[in-house]
């Protein structure tokens, strides 16, 4: 059943739950807070994955129709995973009937594992691009996160990989609910699948948004995540769910803003004739100094940023 305007605010002291303690994994409890009737986002931290915080780091959304349940980006673990599920059955006695993967990296994927066994079993849905790479690489991911967030915090995870049915320009249906799918690749990573709700206002942008956080861009293309997040920012939207929770203006904007320093003052180092170690200075960067990971995230983006652009530049390309 689908949270009225009456309940859907109490829905969250309905589930008695507790925070999130990797200590205590085996009895962990996942918060839902709600963001409209019907939808929800599991509480998480707005961090990058560590030992302490067991990778729960992923604000896995949850969206309560008639039809059934969608999560969308379920975790990092199985742990994880079965406290949301916990958390979902505490809301609605509907089957999860969905579960998508937006991209594939191993805090937002590898809780599938808890919900490969439920009967009904889900849909387990992703781009054909997401689909391969988790085919590619999950068994890797599974044990460099083992090594990460140690044995204990990943008990119990095996690896379930999505269908290959997302595409982009595609519309999922759960319930009275349409969300229009688009794939962007590469873009945060090499292929990212955003779901948004028009009639919701509401947008599932995977891991193409922070807040307060500098970005991770390990394999990110500048050029790819800029356009991503401009069109997303032209989209009619009042909440965006991400690798936080927020407005588009605590979210897509400062997240771009971001992207954007580093191409334009890569780029006009590179005009002038600057090197690589010249970068640090070359961004004006003040207004993220305060953010999550700046310290040592933002060197690591500085470095990847200048390959990219330099190759860009080298081949005479204009900046995007």
């Given at each position: 059943m689908i949270a009225t305007r009456r309940n859907f605010l109490g829905a969250t002291l309905a589930l008695a739950v507790d925070a999130w303690r990797p200590a205590a994994a085996a009895s962990a409890r996942v918060m839902l807070d709600p963001l409209q009737p019907g939808v929800y986002v599991a509480r998480a931290v707005n961090a990058e994955a560590t030992r302490a915080n067991a990778g729960a780091v992923v604000p896995s959304l949850v969206h309560v129709t008639r039809a059934g349940v969608l999560v969308a980006d379920p975790g990092p673990q199985?742990?994880?995973?079965?406290?949301?599920?916990?958390a979902?059955?505490?809301?609605?006695?509907?089957?999860?009937?969905w579960v998508v993967n937006t991209h594939a990296h191993p805090?937002?994927?590898?809780?599938?594992a808890a919900f490969a066994g439920l009967r009904p079993r889900p849909l387990f849905l992703a781009s054909a691009a997401t689909a391969a790479l988790m085919r590619q690489r999950c068994e890797d991911c599974l044990a460099r996160l083992t090594a990460q967030l140690g044995r204990a915090a990943l008990r119990g995870t095996e690896i379930v990989l999505p269908e290959p049915a997302l595409q982009d320009g595609a519309w999922l249906h759960t319930g009275d609910t349409a969300w229009q799918v688009q794939v962007h690749a590469p873009a945060h990573s090499a292929s990212d699948t955003v779901l948004y709700a028009p009639q919701l206002r509401l947008l599932c942008a995977g891991g193409l948004a922070y807040r307060d956080r500098v970005p991770e861009m390990q394999e990110a293309s500048l050029q790819g995540w800029r356009q991503a997040l401009r069109q997303l920012i032209a989209l009619p939207a009042d909440t965006v769910v991400a690798t936080a929770t927020g407005t588009p203006a605590q979210t897509l904007v400062p997240t771009l803003a971001y992207l954007d320093a580093l191409t334009d003052g890569i780029g006009a180092a590179l005009?002038?004739?600057?090197?690589?170690?010249?970068?640090?200075?070359?961004?004006?960067?003040?207004?993220?100094?305060?953010?999550?990971?700046?310290?040592?995230?933002?060197?690591?983006?500085?470095?990847?940023?200048?390959?990219?652009?330099?190759d860009a530049w080298m081949q005479g390309e204009p900046r995007a």
């Open positions: 199985a742990v994880w995973g079965r406290a949301l599920l916990g979902i059955r505490a809301l609605t006695a509907q089957p999860v009937r805090e937002h994927v590898l809780a599938n005009a002038a004739g600057r090197d690589a170690s010249q970068a640090a200075d070359a961004v004006a960067a003040k207004p993220f100094r305060h953010w999550r990971h700046f310290p040592t995230r933002h060197p690591l983006n500085l470095q990847r940023a200048w390959r990219q652009l330099e």
